[in-house]
């Protein structure tokens, strides 16, 4: 074979060569790339539901000494009940956070809403719209006890560091007066309405227990199941006192 054509054909194999390890490269990196693990987490569920009385209750009563207000202590509207707090219990790690205000006002000489339910990582607002003399005595067996006064109307922000179990909020001018708040280190709890309904959202996928906390009836527990991109029904029935 003539010196010329020997080294003009291995100068062609070697560029053929080198064409083939660029494709392979090229094929294996893109391999790689669909490959990679997405990281996406399993899509949330949804709890819904409604707590009611069985066998009825009695009218509410006057509160002693009030200018004609109502005891809030059990509130049923057509056998639901209001003023419950539905939590998970021993909920894990959180996926998000609540910031938005949670309002306690007082109108009237009167605790509005009557209970309330925030996580740590949200301000609780404290509110006067009367003109008058107040204060907001939060009872706390595991946060500092704390106390605020208010001669006229007005807001006050403050911030509950630590999980706890529903607790007393009276005020020593007006005896009459009272709330209840708890404190989750978690997003996932609600206050039922007027209707006994509640929604928690954005539940992950899980086993759970579902605690159902009202102010002068023993708590309820109930087992749920939440499934992704679905909303799961859990239902509680209180019997009256």
Not at 90 to 112: C, R
Not at 210 to 230: G, K
Request: glycine content about 4%.
């Amino acid at each position: 074979m003539p010196r010329p054509f020997k080294i003009q054909c291995l100068a062609t194999i070697a560029l053929l060569c080198a064409a083939c390890l660029t494709a392979c490269s090229r094929s294996s990196t893109a391999d790689s790339t669909t490959a990679a693990p997405t990281g996406n987490s399993a899509a949330a569920g949804s709890i819904v539901g409604r707590v009611t009385l069985a066998g009825g209750a009695s009218l509410p009563q006057i509160l002693p000494g009030s200018p004609n207000l109502f005891d809030e202590s059990l509130m049923v509207h057509s056998g639901n009940l209001k003023n419950v707090i539905v939590y998970l219990k021993d909920a894990p790690p959180s996926t998000f956070s609540k910031h938005d205000p949670v309002v306690l006002d007082q109108i009237h000489t009167q605790y509005v809403p009557h209970v309330i339910a925030l996580q740590t990582t949200q301000p609780l607002r404290l509110k006067s719209s009367d003109n008058m003399l107040h204060n907001v005595h939060l009872q706390c067996s595991v946060n500092p006890d704390q106390n605020y006064g208010f001669s006229k109307p007005g807001t006050r922000d403050i911030t509950l560091d630590k999980p706890e179990p529903p607790f007393a909020i009276k005020c020593d001018v007006h005896p009459w007066m009272s709330a209840y708040a708890a404190v989750f280190s978690h997003p996932w709890f609600a206050v039922t309405d007027s209707d006994g309904t509640f929604t928690i959202a954005a539940v992950p996928p899980g086993h759970y227990t579902l605690v159902a906390w009202q102010e002068v009836l023993p708590p309820q527990e109930i087992s749920v199941d939440v499934t992704a991109d679905q909303s799961t029904t859990a239902n509680f029935t209180f019997a009256a006192p």
